[in-house]
């Protein structure tokens, strides 16, 4: 009795909340949505990764299991060389863009930190913040045509070193190009992070350093970055979540067959794939369960780690 009393108690200030507040959400209404449609909706396509799926005979109702008890994609998928290549890759690749990404920002939180003038500190959050808004399409245009072999980085190797470089078409430098600028697009984003920690640190710490003879050094390494090493172990976590990403829209709109074997990552060589060719859209499906899968690990490793080294939780 008591139990359906508190249940509907409960249910009525639930409905009376709904009400009050229904214009926040109706506003909410249309993510939801999308939500569902697009990231739990298309779920129900994973069963093609365990079936001999074709295009011509419409949904996956109906179609054909693979072999193997329905593992023949995966089988398929594991003995390709161009796969492996593209794990290969994609590894490296995002293996050096997190750490850059967050060794770099870090350094320049601090630096900012330390300038005095907040006119001048404020100017330059803004300068490095900029390009995170920009499309990769918008700055893969510009990239393309600055480090073409007659653009205008060239031009100047040429003069200065008498020589010019193909970066795309060399493997080693198309991978150089990737990680850069996808660290100098980025890098503006996670600095702010870092910089609003640093802010947040008691001042009174490098006070009691500073009493105790330490130096403006000394009060960075013991005090500001133990401090921001829970924001620090967030980032990296999120990072981890993605090392398997590779950066899809960038590397799609920079590369070009010559690179492939530098630079096509596992979500590129799904694309090609899936649309083109024989479309083997039932193995595409079967990389990305197993690229899912894999990112789930990581992930929940690295959170892991985080919670047991700097007592970091997320939820």
């Known amino acids: 009795m008591k139990a359906n009393i508190l249940q509907h108690s409960t249910s009525s200030k639930f409905g009376r ?111 490095y913040f900029l390009p995170f808004f920009l499309s990769w399409i918008i700055l893969g245009s510009i990239l393309l045509e600055m480090f073409a072999y007659g653009g205008v980085v060239n031009t100047m190797l040429e003069k200065l070193f008498g020589s010019r470089i193909m970066f795309f078409l060399d493997n080693g430098w198309f991978r150089v190009l990737v990680i850069l600028s996808d660290v100098w697009k980025g890098m503006g984003y996670n600095m702010v992070i870092f910089l609003a920690a640093i802010m947040g640190v008691d001042e009174t710490l490098y006070e009691a350093t500073e009493i105790d003879g330490g130096g403006r050094f000394r009060q960075i390494i013991n005090v500001m970055l133990p401090s921001i090493a829970p924001v620090v172990a967030m980032v990296m976590t999120l990072s981890i979540g993605g090392i398997l990403n590779g950066g899809f829209d960038q590397v799609l709109v920079l590369y070009n067959p010559m690179v492939y074997e530098g630079g096509d990552i596992i979500d590129t060589f799904v694309y090609r794939l899936g649309m083109f060719g024989n479309r083997q859209v039932d193995v595409a499906s079967a990389v990305n369960l197993a690229k899912a899968v894999v990112t789930l690990v990581l992930m929940g490793g690295t959170y892991y780690l985080a919670y047991k080294k700097f007592d970091y939780r997320l939820f």
């Open 17 to 127: 909340f709904v009400k009050k507040q229904w214009v926040w959400w109706l506003m909410l209404l249309p993510g939801v949505v999308l939500t569902l449609v697009f990231k739990y909706g298309s779920m129900f396509g994973i069963v093609m990764a365990f079936q001999k799926f074709d295009i011509f005979k419409g949904t996956f109702f109906g179609q054909e299991w693979a072999s193997n008890h329905g593992f023949g994609n995966f089988i398929y998928l594991f003995k390709m060389e161009k796969f492996w290549n593209s794990v290969r890759n994609t590894l490296l690749i995002s293996g050096i863009k997190i750490a850059l990404g967050i060794i770099v920002p870090l350094l320049l939180a601090i630096l900012i930190n330390e300038v005095s003038k907040k006119w001048f500190s404020r100017f330059v959050q803004t300068m």
